[in-house]
């Protein structure tokens, strides 16, 4: 089973990342074939700043391996590391319906948010479905909201083998003895956990690096200590019932503490007694026993960058030995030969 997920490096990773993301990429990564990357190209649609965009690919790949991406048995890499993947996007786009795009959520969620209208960010799910088929994934771990990217990526796979493989047939992917050919890119599935599908941010919404709503994995103690004490409640007094639905506790808490002080952090949210600031310092307390590994070693990490960049390397060196097959199959079937050194074939 090949296994694929990305994150975009365009700011630092959450909470949210992490338990809706990186904690499948861990738990998933002894089961297959397991390949991970930093979708940098897919950044460049809203940072713009080219010192900044590597340092956060950087960063991300630091995340990684902090939160337990072993190199050793998965695949790490950039996104732009592999020359195949604007290859294999266009001969995707090529094929892609507009009206497929347009009714992407988030090209429309973006813009209804105030990012210009570009090419780039309207064909995202075509660059996204290319990251995916490029090496045959079987299964691609994601949050909610992403489930939509792969249906648009099964649905290009499929446009792409029916207009390449001579008698393909999307109900027999694999082929048969009858003469159906045999799909080239291989249709892959979404993995959502629906536990920690949506983490709430500080403010109750969907944390997201874009609503400034953040719990950050990696930030100082300091600033986590601001993020977490100052999250959203109403103005209930110590006394009071308080309304579960007035402020992100709860659910935050649920990430992390056992069933028993769940039950025991419901029953006193039911009955009064205790100030929201208790909890919040309780929130604070199990991020530093759950992350605190974590992050000691993401400082040791950090004094090792050329380190880092040869894991990235590899990484990538090992995505391209899977994609190589695949792509001889692509360019046979579309009619292009693919780049090769000069003087060669
Ligand atoms: P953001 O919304 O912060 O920009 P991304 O879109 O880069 O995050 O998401 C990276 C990964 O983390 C995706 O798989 C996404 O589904 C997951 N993810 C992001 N935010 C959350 C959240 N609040 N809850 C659960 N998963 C999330
Ligand atoms: N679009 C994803 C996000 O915003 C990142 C991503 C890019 C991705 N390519 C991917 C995720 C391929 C899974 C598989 O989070």
């Known amino acids: 089973m090949r296994i694929l997920s990305g994150i975009q490096p365009s700011n630092k990773i959450h909470i949210g990342n992490y338990f809706g993301a990186i904690k499948q990429f861990i738990d998933l990564q002894d089961q297959g074939e397991a390949l991970y990357f930093i979708a940098d190209l897919h950044a460049l649609t809203t940072v713009r700043d080219g010192a900044r965009l590597d340092q956060l690919s950087l960063d991300v790949a630091l995340d990684f391996l902090a939160c337990g991406l072993d190199p050793s048995r998965c695949a790490l890499f950039r996104q732009s590391d592999i020359p195949e993947i604007p290859e294999l996007f266009w ?43 490029l090496y045959g994934s079987d299964v691609v771990p994601v949050g909610k909201d992403q489930v939509q990217h792969l249906e648009i990526t099964r649905d290009l796979a499929i446009k792409f083998n029916l207009a390449f493989v001579p008698k393909y047939d999307p109900s027999q992917p694999d082929g ?122 993401r400082r040791e990490l950090e004094k090792n960058r050329d380190h880092v960049e040869q894991v990235l390397r590899d990484g990538a060196a090992r995505a391209r030995s899977l994609a190589a097959p695949i792509m001889e199959d692509v360019r046979r079937a579309v009619g292009t030969r693919g780049l090769r050194p000069l003087g060669k074939g």
């Open 91 to 133: 001969y995707l786009t090529v094929l892609t319906p507009m009206g497929l795009l347009e009714k992407a959520v988030s090209y429309k969620d973006k813009v209804a948010r105030g990012f210009s209208a570009e090419a780039g960010l309207f064909t995202y799910p075509a660059l996204m479905a290319a990251d995916i088929l």
């Open 176 to 297: 048969d003895r009858k003469g159906r050919g045999r799909g080239i890119l291989k249709l892959p599935e979404a993995r959502v956990l629906e536990s920690t599908a949506v983490v709430p941010g500080t403010d109750g919404q969907k944390m997201s690096k874009s609503y400034g709503n953040v719990i950050e994995m990696f930030a100082e103690d300091s600033v986590v200590k601001k993020q977490i004490m100052t999250m959203k409640t109403d103005s209930a007094a110590v006394e009071d019932a308080k309304d579960p639905a007035a402020t992100p506790i709860l659910p935050l808490l649920r990430l992390f503490a056992s069933p028993d002080e769940i039950a025991e952090h419901e029953r006193t949210f039911r009955e009064g007694g205790l100030g929201y600031g208790h909890y919040k310092a309780r929130i604070l307390e199990l991020f530093h026993a759950h992350f605190g590994e974590a992050r000691a070693r």
